[in-house]
């Protein structure tokens, strides 16, 4: 099987997410819904301050490092970050009550290491960033056990603590596996390119409008209901992220194999059987959610989790949206249409928030949901008819029933 394979990727992309839940069931079991609350918020902040990292050292650089010289893009990578967290530490100082030590102590391992990744998309070597990722998981739960044994007692700040002896473990060994690139990096070193900021302001742009559109429930639930309904959220979206994963799984590889073409016909039938093959994949586990009872949710997660069953009923057509979007949105990635990306952002993220003004009171997590659903189909409508508009007749959806696909589906896992 191919390291770089849709099938490699998404078995490991499962894994991590297994091992992930595994992490969020204990803390949901040890915090409660509102310590999960509050820590999904801390959360919220820190990877806001990631994202705007990410505006120089985020996606863009897979594909810029194809084409221009490596030294002059980590120097300039690696000074944003420190600024970044100086400004973003600094705001939440003065604005939240949160903890910015801890927080900052995550925010410079996870910062270089998501920096890290986009590297390993660029060189082709997904499967590295893929098992990077595992373990990463797999550290947290170890560890987080680990200090349960020592001191029963697991606060949010315990858990965050446990995050950041993980982010530094995993960036320590990834910063030994790019030895020969960075070394190649200092022979090159020369000034960095213009567009590697231009590239990174309107790519995350669409990246910030996208994390909000997913997490944005959550700070308002904390805000205007209470920090464990907030909790309860964050359970569902988690749940909603395992789904994900199937489509992520595709959409990374398709957004390498695009990057590595210039063959239109090939990239048009790539987006064509990805996008079918997620689809369908994400609608046998949204059947799966269905048959699952809310006794299911209070016994893994807690006599406080009882009410996901109704939101994640309700988060099913956002879920489905997104499912059926990701591949699309990878290709306009791509092919630099980020402007694309931020308008169907923009619009479903307000279209989110006016029914998130309309429901949220009255239904609190259920309104959530069904405001979090809306967003994603406004914005999964819109990437269809971008994606559709620029390959024509080229982009061909296969239907459910033909058989067909089944065997296209075998091939494109085991191609390398």
């Known amino acids: 099987m191919a390291k770089n394979s849709p ?37 919220f902040w820190l990877h806001m301050i990631i994202l705007v990292h990410e505006m120089v050292g985020g996606s863009p650089i897979a594909n810029l490092i194809r084409n221009e010289p490596i030294g002059s893009i980590i120097p300039a990578v690696w000074i944003w970050s420190i600024l970044t967290g100086i400004f973003g530490g600094t705001m939440l100082f003065f604005f939240t009550n949160l903890p910015i ?52 007692l697991i606060s949010v700040v315990h858990v965050l603590v446990v995050y950041a002896i993980t982010h530094i473990l995993v960036y320590a060994i990834s910063r030994w596996v790019l030895r020969p690139f960075f070394a190649l990096a200092k022979q090159e070193m020369t000034k960095p390119p213009k567009i590697l900021f231009s590239f990174g302001i309107t790519n995350q742009m669409a990246a910030i409008l996208q994390f909000l559109s997913y997490r944005i429930g959550v700070v308002l639930l904390a805000n205007f209901v209470s920090d464990a309904e907030a909790g309860v959220f964050s359970n569902v979206l988690l749940i909603a992220d395992t789904v994900w994963i199937f489509a992520n799984s595709f959409g990374t590889i398709a957004h390498m194999k695009i990057l590595a073409s210039n063959n239109e016909t090939y990239v048009a039938r790539l987006v064509s059987k990805y996008v079918s093959i997620s689809l369908i994949g994400t609608l046998l586990a949204c ?15 807690g006599a406080d989790f009882g009410g996901m069953r109704a939101i994640s009923l309700a988060v099913i057509p956002g879920i489905l949206a997104l499912g059926f979007s990701t591949v699309m949105a990878h290709y306009l990635h791509a092919i630099n249409r980020f402007n694309l990306l931020v308008l169907s952002s923009l619009c479903g993220l307000s279209a989110q928030l006016i029914f998130h003004y309309i429901l949220l009171k009255e239904l609190e997590g259920l309104g959530a949901g069904i405001a979090l659903s809306v967003g994603l189909v406004i914005s999964a409508i819109m990437l269809y008819t971008f994606t559709s508009k620029i390959l024509g007749k080229k982009l061909v959806l296969m239907p459910m029933y033909d058989f067909r696909l089944i065997k296209n589906m075998i091939k494109i896992m085991f191609y390398k």
């Open 7 to 43: 099938i490699s990727t998404f078995g490991m992309r499962l894994v991590k997410a297994i091992i992930a839940a595994l992490v969020v069931v204990l803390c949901s079991r040890w915090l409660n819904a509102d310590g999960r609350g509050v820590l999904s918020v801390t959360l």
């Open 101 to 152: 030590f801890w927080i900052l102590l995550i925010y410079f391992p996870l910062a270089w290491l998501g920096t890290h990744y986009n590297y390993y998309q660029g060189l082709s070597k997904v499967f590295i960033r893929n098992n990077l990722q595992v373990l990463l998981e797999v550290l947290k739960l170890l560890v987080l056990l680990v200090y349960y044994l020592l001191s029963p």
């Open 287 to 301: 059947f799966l959610i269905v048959l699952i009872p809310s006794s299911f949710y209070a016994f893994v997660f």
